[in-house]
């Protein structure tokens, strides 16, 4: 018996037909059939969805395409605006206006030199004041007390001629000084701030070779020096 030869045709219509017969359908990543397994090429590898390109270890149901992670971005990091302060500068405060110290008090100075050519001195060879004397002193103290000076001292100095012995001339000068500051004393003078003494006929201020001279010389000086508070 001869054997037939199949028509060549019909061969390849029955591998067209079993080809047609696996539909493909693509993923985002492999190829499946039409029932949702994954299509293998020659080397039983999944055929990859870019043309044979990687696989998979086993074929089975396509994998499940990963879902897509939305990105999301950080929000920006927003820096805080810094908080300027103010820069408050102190007032400073108002120096106060130094005080002028009060002046000093000037000191006030009286004097009076009582003498025998102005006619106020004392009797002859006397410590005993005249009339004339005590009027001129009542004066001084009457000006020392309305000036408001407060003394802070009192010279009381007697002077004589040169006639007569210089022992008793001294003697003299200072008997006829104390007569003044005791009288000083009882017209309101502090006799405690009183310097009282006598030089007799060493310190003449005229010539005592004339009488006008000599009575010049026959004197008390009385110089009272103080001072007076000035308010503002």
Known sequence: ????????ISLVALLTVSFSSVALAGNDTYWTSSNGNALKDGSGQCVHGALGEGGLEACGAA?????VKEVIAPPPIVKPTPVIKPVIKPVPKPKPKPIAPPPKPKPQTFVLNLNESKGANFGFDSAKLSAKSMGELDQLAN?????????SSISVIGHTDSIGKTSY??????????SVANYLST????????RVN????????ASNKTKPGRAQNRRVEIRVTGSRTVTR
């Open 1 to 8: 018996m001869k054997n037939k030869k199949i028509p060549t």
């Open 63 to 67: 994998p499940a395409p990963e879902p």
């Open 143 to 151: 000006r020392v007390r309305t000036s408001r000076v407060t003394p």
């Open 169 to 178: 001339n001294q003697k003299l000068s200072v008997q006829r000084a104390q």
């Open 187 to 194: 017209k309101g003078m502090n006799r405690g701030i009183m």
């Open 198 to 205: 006598g030089m007799g006929e060493t310190r003449p201020v």
